[in-house]
């Protein structure tokens, strides 16, 4: 994607977005920490990290299913955090959400043209009739057969289910599409269809994707850029196409990753550090992944990075960076 131009509005922004959570013993846990990303008119902008680093918080957020505890969130040029109801409504014409199960979004009881239409109606766009007759074009839109109008969820595969998921998110024409892990619960040969799929309808509606995932090179074949988040924050964001050259302690470390693999006799032949959120977070108000990293200084464990510019739409959040950048080789993204 070429890069943004100062004259270019973001679409989507976070300013300067957290989110707390109080636990049942009175305990706070800060989901998102200072998060802060723009999001540009028909690009694909990548959210990826571990399970609990809080990315689909801030998908939850963006929706309006929880609110943030501070910070802004603008999407085209309104705050919705302050937005109630015909304004909420109008803002889910603006954005949908696609979610990684497919199976948790129909009704049981729904056939999948009924399904496809009922956003089309809900918003007044069209009739019940009206939505009838545009599900067929939905469903040829995501390369599917007519045939399945009247086929319930129970009769239909998981790739088929998230192909109309795709298409309802779609038939509203919303400007920004929300993805959260939506490819990761399918088989890969499925996977790659979808990916594909989703590239296509990018271009063909014109539509801004915040795509959220944990596979990175799952995400580089569909994102113009990267935001790799760690324990509520986001530490590095670039170009896809650059993140063999990413910077972050952590992102680097992050593209080093393998499974670990046992021989037959149970005994492990490749063994990673544990790099999970839960090992690693903490409630200090330094980098939450000081503790880990190489080059952390003793500044890191009480003061909290900024995100700062190290090139064209490239930024890090680590104070180390400025006493050393990492020239270690980083194996390609296949």
């Known amino acids: 994607m070429e890069q943004m131009t100062e004259k270019q509005a973001p679409i989507l922004e976070l300013r300067h977005v957290c989110k707390t959570f109080r636990t049942d013993d009175g305990r706070e846990v800060r989901a998102v920490r200072d998060a802060s990303l723009s ?11 571990e399970s609990g680093c809080g990315k689909s918080t801030i998908a939850r957020m963006i929706t309006r299913l929880i609110n943030p505890t501070s910070g802004e969130i603008i999407l085209c040029g309104r705050d919705t955090s302050k937005m109630e109801g015909r304004a ?16 948790s979004v129909f009704s049981p009881r729904m056939s999948v043209g009924t399904f496809l239409g009922e956003g089309l109606v809900h918003h007044g766009i069209m009739t019940r009739a009206q939505a009838t007759e545009e599900a067929k074009n939905l469903l040829q839109l995501v390369e599917l057969p007519p045939e399945l109008m009247d086929r319930m969820p129970h009769q239909l595969s998981g790739g088929q289910l998230q192909r109309i998921v795709v298409a309802r998110a779609v038939s ?16 890969v040969s499925v996977q790659k269809l979808v990916l594909e799929l989703l590239s296509r309808l990018r271009k063909e509606l014109n539509l801004t994707y915040v795509f959220i995932g944990h596979d990175l090179a799952v995400v580089r074949t569909i994102a113009d850029r990267i935001a790799v988040m760690y324990a509520g924050m986001i530490m590095e964001e670039l170009r896809s196409e650059d993140l063999a050259e990413a910077q ?11 499974f670990s693999v046992h021989d037959r006799t149970n005994r492990k032949i490749i063994q990673v ?17 000081h503790s880990r990293c190489p080059q952390a200084a003793r500044e890191c464990e009480n003061t909290c990075p900024p995100l700062r510019e190290l090139g064209p739409d490239h930024r890090a959040a680590c104070l180390a960076l400025s006493y050393a950048v990492p020239n270690d080789p980083v194996p390609p993204v296949t």
């Open 248 to 258: 972050h302690p952590y992102t680097r470390r992050l593209l080093q990753s393998v």
């Open 39 to 49: 999001v540009y008119p028909g690009e694909c902008v990548a959210l990826v990290g």
């Open 172 to 187: 509203i024409r919303p400007k920004v599409l929300l993805l959260d892990e939506a490819t990761s619960a399918l088989d």
């Open 88 to 103: 909420l409504l109008d803002l889910y014409r603006d954005i949908q959400m696609v979610f990684q199960d497919p199976y």
């Open 273 to 289: 550090e544990d790099m999970s959120v839960a090992a690693n977070a903490s409630g200090a108000e330094g980098c939450p992944f």
